[in-house]
């Protein structure tokens, strides 16, 4: 038995870069904006999204401490990975661009 290739819609794979990017941003999946081009030869996708924030008074940056900066290399990273990791595709960059922030208030008990 010989290896085939998968091939992949260019619809199926945007729908699948918005999910992750929606998981790592912490939005609804059909928030995040996805554009994929070829990059020589491997992908480079572009990613125009909200990103959910705590308030700034809170005292932390993000959930975990990170600023919008970190928080927004780091979904890109994540993205990135995981994409490449469902698909098995040669992802070349993923570039995050927030659009505007969502503040996640926390209940005061």
Do not use: C, N, Y
């Not at 998981?23 to 909200?50: E, F, K, Q, W």
């Not at 809170?58 to 928080?71: E, T």
């Not at 990273?77 to 698909?87: I, P, Q, V, Y």
């Amino acid at each position: 038995m010989t290896g085939g290739r998968d091939r992949f819609a260019p619809r199926a794979l945007e729908h699948l870069v918005q999910a992750i990017a929606a998981d790592a941003l912490g939005v609804a999946p059909r928030d995040p904006a996805v554009r994929i081009s070829d990059a020589a030869g491997a992908l480079a996708v572009t990613v125009r999204s909200p990103v959910a924030m705590p308030p700034l008074g809170d005292g932390d940056a993000g959930a975990d401490g990170q600023d919008l900066i970190q928080r927004l290399a780091a979904a890109a990273a994540d993205t990135r990975a995981r994409f490449a990791e469902l698909t098995g595709l040669d992802v070349a960059r993923v570039d995050m661009r927030a659009t505007k922030a969502i503040i996640t208030e926390r209940r005061v008990r």
